[in-house]
């Protein structure tokens, strides 16, 4: 098996994916992910998509900070800063307050729909 991409995706998006292969087509890892994916996914995988999307372009984030960050749902600053303290650059606080409210806009969207 050769790897022909490698793309950063969300445990939402992970999620979907195993779900659309048959239970008895998946081996133990991949029953174990998609047990982990079902309990730990925060927003459905077009919903992380989309807020990938807005990460990305309303505040300037790559692709991984955007994944990691929607991964995570953070609620508050301290969080938030807690996640990008690893990344190689830093974020001022009006951003990171941007991004808060860009996912606590789209949480509550999400919750609405439900």
Known sequence: MRILKKK???IAEVNELLKQVAPEQLNPIQKRVL???????KLPGDR????IIKLKSE????????????NILPETLDELRGIVSGWKKLLSTEVLQRILAIITKETRADNRQD
């Open 59 to 70: 505040v300037g984030l790559a692709e991984e900070e955007a994944v990691e960050i929607v």
């Open 8 to 10: 950063a995706i969300t």
């Open 35 to 41: 047990d982990y994916t079902s309990k730990f996914s």
């Open 48 to 51: 992380a998509k989309e807020l």
